[in-house]
């Protein structure tokens, strides 16, 4: 059975509304679009949708609670809510450094959860900078920081 559907391009800026016919879970038909990426775009959409991840980890020891994070490839859109879970439980350790990978493969998906933004150790007025190790380390938070969120 023959379906038509309707859905806007996020390869570029320009967004094109593009209606794709598909047939047996095929695409046998595009208009709207302006270049060959939006056709490999509803392609990837109609066989195996995916999104690039981005949202906040919890800091441990850091300037800010929350470093920025996304991940280094596109999720399938079906696995968002399950990486979000799982990098919801866990805590990077301060310092962070953009690019640094703080979760490799989420979820079982390939791709890793990287920091986009920096977080220092938070300054304790005693001369150190709170830093143990020297590098963002990724724990499981303990029951007493679960409870503290
Ligand atoms: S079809 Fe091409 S020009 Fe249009 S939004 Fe997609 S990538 Fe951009």
Known sequence: ???ERRM???VCPLGC????QIEDGEMVGISGHSCKRGESYAIDEINDPRRTLTTTMRVQGGEAPLVSVKSDAPVPKAQLFECVKHINNMVAEAPVHIGDKLIENVAGTEANIVATCAVPCYNHGDGTDGQRDGGAQRTAPSQQQMAAV
Do not use: A, G
């Open 17 to 20: 509304q593009m209606t794709v």
């Open 1 to 3: 059975m023959k379906q």
């Open 8 to 10: 806007i391009c996020i």
